[in-house]
């Protein structure tokens, strides 16, 4: 695999880091993810490490080096953070109620055989841009997007609508996540895969954002817009997290019927488990204490100086 890779969290004006970002790779795969600890709840910095930890010690785990089947995998991991976060909440007395509980967003992306394979839950976004435009991106679950969705509201707006913030979905909440089926597209020469947070794309335009990537490289371009992102929001700028690759790689050969997501069009490309109860739903405590113990030992073996 040939790319180039830039990765920046910025503080922001908030008083501490609720980002979190992380990625790692073998000789055939590499996998990203960018977490964002929900402000309004306690230890939201706590959810979004616990959930970059969970899904980096399944990639560990299983990636052999290739995953076997990425659907599954992003499917299942992401559900057992929302189950980990919950366990370690009640473990730990982190929140005096659910209401308060430790919160976070997350997106997660698997790059393997010329293809990007992707899942999220909340508003942390991934987009692929592919020469200047953007051929897809993630669809919030907020409000607001659903008034977009619905042709109720333009995109333009939505930065300065009161509901904005509000999410439908997230992990750590009350409700398990509606895990999203695993979209995926088939990766051309210099196109970008990039994850972020909301404190960076909530500031910027569409325009803005293909603007400031055009013609330039990533290490150039992206903190150039963080900065900017910085500048658009004011005293009110949110931590600011981007993980990106520029993919360098010549494409795999297509398949009989296109892969790439149309950027106005619901996927084709999904498999469903709307009809398959999560396997997270069914773990116990001693099931979710063994998974805690795998990654710690993951992030051991990977990180020797850590405790």
Known sequence: MKYSLFQDSRLGKRPYQQDRLAH????????????????????GDVAAQITVDCLGSAFHNEAKPRIPDPDIFLYRTIGRAHAMILHQT?????????????RTTVVACLVQDGYAFWSFVGDSRLYVVRDGRILTRTRDHTPVQMLIDAGRMREEAAAT???RNKLLQCLGGPRPPRVEPTAHARLLEDDIVLLCSDGFWGPLTQRQLLM???GKEMKKSLPELIALAEARAGPRCDNISVLSIH???????????PLTVPMDDMPTDLKDFSATEPDFMHMTDADIERQIDEIKKALKKNDPGRK
């Not at 009640?90 to 430790?102: E, H, N, T, V, Y």
């Not at 993919?247 to 019927?257: F, I, L, S």
């Open 24 to 43: 790692w790779r073998t000789k055939d795969a590499l996998f990203l993810v960018v977490a964002d600890g929900m402000g309004g709840h306690a230890h």
């Open 90 to 102: 009640q473990r730990q007395g982190l929140a005096q109620d659910i209401a308060s509980s430790p």
């Open 161 to 163: 609508h009161p509901d």
């Open 212 to 214: 400031g990537l055009l």
């Open 247 to 257: 993919w360098h790689d010549k494409a795999v050969p297509a398949p009989v019927e």
